[in-house]
């Protein structure tokens, strides 16, 4: 949260109280190299990224009995062998994507897949759809796992709601915390269910040798008759509801990254392991579920009629392992929506990293996490919830379609990948140690057919029970991300064009002193425009409320040597006055640019604050819209007995102009042309590496440019801006006759409010500045056409 200056008072104790709360929920902040550090071991990884398919077995045997059952009683015969189709599809994802993660060893997710391969329409698709199912993932395994909660105890059926908004509160910190520590935490729960359910399937296996117990349906859903026909489509979508047992398989792919090295035979290894699992568990609850003649019902879950079926609860000891099966299903549903806090966030990065998002997705958190990735996730989740009232059956007809959408997407582009590489470029993969492209293509066929179909049946099947609603957000997302992108790379083109070039000698500045009173910001402000260029300061003042003949007064006993201009409104806006002032002044040659300087009193450290100086705000944002102007903003906080700092003793050599660059592109140029044109002071352009792997772009782009000032390169290892930022100005503010201008290129887009929300950097540092002391900030704009 960065370093609070002494004068923050007031605001000291809230921000030491927020950073106090975050470190206690989230840790100490980690430094960018331990990145390698959070690499997961396949043994913590498959249960960070596996829980969402082996909790599946918890509902997925379930939702195709509910499609059956209230057709016909019969439909109970076709449970095993819809069972079989689904384990036989699963295994065959299961196959296709380790064929994916050997070839994608940083990101094999749908989206790199398909863009690398089929497109960027294709791409773009596999990511929207994966994007819902990320957040239907969490919307879903939460609401399942308090169902399992109530299954066990009816009276907190009321309550579904706040647990399961509780859990997702809960389940962002942990992932917050960082993948690692996530990994830690759920092992535990991962490997008790699946012993948990390996033990109640061989006890089930043990006990059906000889007589099988039948299991209690309270409260059953309303079943069909014995001797109704179930036809074809209600078969196929028996097997798309069953379908969901798959979901979560591709965050493996998406996650190659997480793994310890080798990354691509670490990630297949898991998979694999988990897909046998997977299997195992959903087979065997499949089996349980008709030989103990388990059938849906409204209160309790299917797994819990077998488990109670399996293990008594009059009994102590089989009791108690009918509630370790509520428990750790509960556990491991709650746990599978961390496959989504996984996947979400990595996908979101990668969009952000081609300028389909925002690029703070992109950013990692202090933990080395994407947090805003998992936030955003988080409150999609809770929306749907609540929306949903936490009910798993209506929030299950959304499911599936994405993810199945998703596998098609990827596997047919392994399908063109290998084809058009015929696995020469397998990374890291010895030439005589490859394995047969051919196979591998075979394959990735095999699953790309197969999931295509499946994505028909369930698009088909579910249209009408909800999948439309999916159906039509995945193009609206794929229009909205072409539009985003489109949008960025215009500006990003704009500000390329090279239409300003490095000026070989420094420029004229004229410089025009805003005065609404004499008072500590007006010396302040005055102390550093004389310092700018003498000859060309012009100080006005709006005469309002007869306060015109004090302020006249009050400068001349300044003793400064030029006039104070009182500018008469007439009747008129008093910002709309200072604007056609500055307009109408002469420019004389040479003058590239005119300085605006508008010192602000802040009463309180507060941020309020500034946002109370209405005509002041509403002047800056004004005149960020005017050609050629830049405006200096003088904040200065009202102490008693505070001394402001005098006209006469600033010392230019003790003070520095600060350039920050982000970009090298015509803005940049335009702010070092215009820090060149402050004299008086010594000029730095400070490059801060929040994301190190973009230094060496930004060195050659900077010396492409033939920049007149070296770029100084500022290293960032917590990621953050504000550390970093007030250590190199300190040694200047600390100074009681200097000061820091820092500069800011700021492109201009459309209206001066829009522009300042675009530029989120800008208002970051006016944010962390406004109360530095000695701190002018200078926002030099530039207009994109």
Known sequence: MG???????????????????????????????QLRATELPKLLALPVFSADPLSSVAYATEQAMIVLFAVSISGRDLILPLSGAVAALLAIVVLSYRQTVRAYTTSGGAYAVAKDNLGTTAGLTAAAALLIDYVLTVAVSISAGVTAITSAYASLSSLAVPMAVGFVALLTVVNLRGVRETGLAFAAPTYAFVAVVLLTIVAGLVQCTGHCPHAAVPHPRSIGPAGATIGIFVLLHAFASGSTALTGIEAISNGVGAFRRPKGANAAR???AMGVIAIVLFSGVSF??????AAPSASVSVLSEVARAIFPTGAIFPGALFYAVQLLTFAILILAANSAFQGFPRLASLLARDRFLPREFGDLGDRLVY???????????VALVIAFSANVERLIQLYVVGVFCAFTLSQAGMVRYWRRTRGRELPGVPAGTRPSWRRALAINALGAGATGFVTAVVITTKFLHGAWVVVAAIPLIVVGLRRLHGRYRTIEAELRRGAVEPLDEPVHNMVVLYVPDVDPASHEALAYVRHLDQDAIHAIHVAGHG??????AEWKRLGDPHELTVLETDGRDPVATVIDHVDALERPDGAHFVTVVIPELMRKP??????RHQPALELKLRLLTEPGVVVADVPVLAEPGAAPLAPERIDPQASAAFVIVSAVDDATVNAVNYARALHSFPTRALFFALHPEATEGIQEAWERRNLPISLEVVECPFRELANPLLDTLTPITRQKNAIAAVILPEPILGGPVRSIVQNRTALYLRWLLVFEPHVVLSSVPYRIR
């Open 371 to 381: 947090s805003n990735g998992a936030i955003v996730l988080a409150a999609s989740a």
């Open 606 to 611: 507060s941020l309020a604050q500034p946002l």
């Open 288 to 293: 349980l579920a008709v030989q103990v003649n």
């Open 270 to 272: 898991t998979l694999g």
């Open 3 to 33: 370093r609070w200056h002494p004068r923050w008072r007031g605001r000291a104790r809230l921000a030491n109280s927020l950073h106090t709360a975050k470190r206690l929920l989230i840790g100490s902040p980690r430094a960018t190299r």
């Open 547 to 552: 306060t015109a003949r004090d302020v006249r």
